[in-house]
């Protein structure tokens, strides 16, 4: 079974700083997608960025963008120019390739809360 | 362009009642998730439904829990008999086709149960 985590519960940065949210996982799988989730508030469950593991290439989405580490199973989110409304908790997660039973599936980590101090 | 509706936003019950959750897909997915997220966790995978089947529930718990997604309505999750551990957010999201690559999962707000 594939596992998702996230080791630190808690992270500040200062506005317009940049931070980096670490996420770890577990597989045998050799495809697979991966996929960060922000989570304000309101509990609405935010995409923000996904990434293929077949494309080497690191997605980017505006301020969003992810350091993918194949080999090592890693995969950070880093978000440049944080503004306030980057506050919220953020989950990484962990999806089976296309075509097996478990792909139904999203597999989460603990999440952690960021914070952006003014 | 409505998204993922879950309803009621908060519903309290007291141990042993039953409690019905509700979730309005987006027009036009025939696909529903549910996931429940407890305390300080993130969420966790319950069941997996089309329209009138029930695709896989390997996430949920084999008793008092049950799921429907009927021809026309909203999709249900029944809890029966709720106890104190079932306190939790539940979680709908919807996809317009079994997911893939290109398809993304969309979520409602959640429904806050708690159990007195």
């Known amino acids: 079974a594939q596992t998702v985590t996230q080791s630190q519960p808690e992270m500040s940065v200062q506005e317009a700083e940049t931070v980096t949210l670490s996420c770890t996982y577990d597989t045998s799988e050799s495809d697979y997608y991966l996929f960060w989730y922000k989570q304000p508030p309101s509990r609405q469950m935010i995409l923000v960025i996904r990434q293929e593991a077949y494309k080497q290439q690191n997605a980017t989405e505006n301020r969003f963008s992810v350091n993918f580490q194949k080999a090592a199973k890693s995969f950070s989110l880093k978000i440049s120019d944080s503004q306030l409304g980057d506050a919220a908790m953020y989950f990484c997660?962990?999806?089976?390739?296309?075509?097996?039973?478990?792909?139904?599936?999203?597999?989460f980590g603990k999440g952690i809360t960021l914070s952006v101090r003014p | 362009n409505a998204g993922v509706m879950q309803n009621p936003r908060h519903l309290v019950r007291r141990r042993g009642q039953e409690a019905r959750l509700r979730c309005s897909p987006v027009?036009?997915?025939?696909?529903v998730y549910w996931y429940r997220q407890l305390p300080e966790e993130g969420l966790k995978f319950m069941v997996y439904?089309?329209?009138?089947?029930?695709?896989?529930e390997s996430g949920m718990p084999k008793e008092r829990f049950s799921a429907e997604f009927p021809k026309e309505g909203p999709s249900i999750l029944r809890i029966q008999q709720v106890v104190r551990g079932d306190s939790a957010a539940y979680f709908c999201?919807?996809?317009?086709?079994?997911?893939?690559?290109?398809?993304?999962?969309?979520f409602g707000s959640g429904t806050q149960l708690s159990v007195l």
């Open positions: 439904l089309q329209k009138e089947n029930i695709i896989d």
């Open positions: 999201a919807s996809s317009p086709l079994r997911l893939s690559s290109s398809s993304e999962l969309f």
């Open positions: 027009k036009g997915h025939s696909h």
């Open positions: 997660a962990y999806r089976s390739p296309i075509g097996t039973g478990a792909n139904s599936k999203l597999t």
